[in-house]
């Protein structure tokens, strides 16, 4: 007699997992001081230009680390292959979990060599949301649409050996398609429907980002700048949860995650 069959479940989605904080914030003191008013609400954060120079970054970076926070190193490397190979190494290094990088394939393989066998994960970045039509206009993207440049440039990252990319939730769905869910796609420009535009062009909600097929929001403003961080992580961590849980009832399991996050 045949054994019955059994139907496997994966695990719900972790929603307070997927959400990165961006500490685009004046000072390491700040930042610290947000890290610790998010305390067992999150703990990846994302540290980019706005710290880059900081005095104490790297420690602080190492630190965060060391505490068993995840950490987004969002400086979008671009230089010639050899000297990013270099960056990308020396920040694989320090044990950070993701990366932004942009530029051609070649750029692209030479971090791919740089990263080793190390767990750091490579983002390239496609087009970033402030910005739309008109500004690929005047940088000389005139035959193609924002959406065409940023599955284009998706495309060549997967190629090239990217592990996902950076884009807005507007094209999350279609980079998804297009990679047979083989890239992880981290979503910036979340804003609530009413919220301030601030200088996010191309916007969308969480929950629309994550039903489009998001893997990771970053956010920043609307929680450094709330009255109250923490309560505002609270809260999008839960529409991130009831998001992820309507999209796996309706079968598309995990969103097609590239490897282990």
Known sequence: MPAPSVRLHSMPTNAS???IVALDLPSIADARKMVQDLEGVVDFFKIG????LASGVEEFIRSLISEKKRVFL???YYDVPETLRKA???ASGLGVSFLTMHGSSSLIRAAVAGRGSRGLKLF???VLTSMEGDDMAEMGYTDHSVEELVLFRARKALE???DGVIASGLE???????????LLVVTPGIRDDDSPRDD??????ARAAILSGADYLVIGRPITGSPNPRAEAERLVRSMGTAFEEREAGGAGNGGIAGKP
Do not use: F, H, P, W
């Open 17 to 19: 997992e997927r959400l």
């Open 49 to 52: 230009l706005a710290l880059q």
């Open 74 to 76: 969002d400086y979008k």
């Open 88 to 90: 990308i190494s020396r």
């Open 124 to 126: 390239c970045v496609t």
């Open 160 to 162: 090239a050996g990217c």
């Open 172 to 182: 999350v769905q279609k980079i998804k398609e297009m990679s047979r869910n083989a």
């Open 200 to 205: 996010q062009k191309r916007r969308t909600t």
